[in-house]
């Protein structure tokens, strides 16, 4: 089916355990944020967004932070379950722009 | 996957032949996207439409035409497919643009040049 790619990083956790996933974005005049989960053989499907106005915010089991002294997004699972395994990448939107995509992060759950 | 579907979703095709995707959608949003997806690469926009008969050009545009005859319907031409455009070829809407323009994937076409 369809994948991402061959030689991502990879974060492998224990089902029931929170998991972090880091992206470093390019431009410190992004304004938007988007994280995105994609399953082998599938599209990308969007999890959760936040504008730069803020620096965090929470959806269904799902966290994200943004930190932009550093440029930095991070993406927080709690209990992690085998269906949460998948690609999650990060999109950023620079003033209005077009997304700009990460090449993503595999998370492989551990039953 | 957000009321998209593309055809075909996958094609076995050779070099020098011209290739069509379609890409279709049922919720009347305005704006709509074509990505390659590679190995080493994130998503890579081709081209795009914000509205009927209004496309402009991705960053990875060479090789590629688009048509949008229909809000619906968001068609991508290899005029000539090359062996560089085998990929994963996505197609992608959204309701408005700049912030706040979150964008919804189709299930994605996977392409080979031979």
């Known amino acids: 089916g369809e994948s991402v790619g061959l030689h991502l990083p990879t974060l492998s956790v224990q089902e029931g355990d929170n998991s972090i996933i880091n992206c470093a974005y390019s431009?410190?005049?992004?304004?938007?944020f988007i994280w995105y989960k994609q399953e082998s053989g599938k599209g990308p499907q969007f999890i959760i967004d936040?504008?730069?106005?803020?620096d965090k915010r929470q959806g269904q089991r799902v966290t994200v932070l943004l930190n932009k002294t550093v440029k930095h997004l991070s993406l927080q699972i709690a209990a992690t379950q085998p269906g949460d395994s998948a690609v999650y990448f990060c999109?950023?939107?620079?003033?209005?722009?077009?997304?700009?995509f990460g090449q993503g992060t595999e998370l492989s759950v551990k039953p | 996957d957000a009321g998209i579907t593309q055809s075909p979703r996958h094609k076995v095709t050779e070099t020098g032949t011209p290739v069509t995707l379609r890409c279709h959608q049922t919720e009347n949003h305005r704006y709509m996207y074509w990505y390659r997806q590679d190995p080493g690469h994130g998503l890579r926009l081709i081209h795009y439409?914000?509205?009927?008969?209004?496309?402009d050009k991705g960053e990875v545009s060479d090789g590629y035409s688009v048509s949008r005859s229909k809000t619906e319907d968001f068609l991508l031409t290899l005029e000539s497919a090359t062996s560089s455009q085998t990929s994963v070829y996505f197609c992608a809407i959204s309701e408005r643009e700049g912030i706040y323009n979150e964008q919804f994937f189709g299930p994605g076409t996977r392409l080979t040049v031979l």
């Open positions: 936040i504008r730069s106005n803020m």
């Open positions: 999109a950023e939107n620079i003033l209005g722009g077009k997304l700009i």
């Open positions: 439409s914000y509205g009927v008969k209004d496309t």
């Open positions: 431009n410190s005049a992004s304004d938007y």
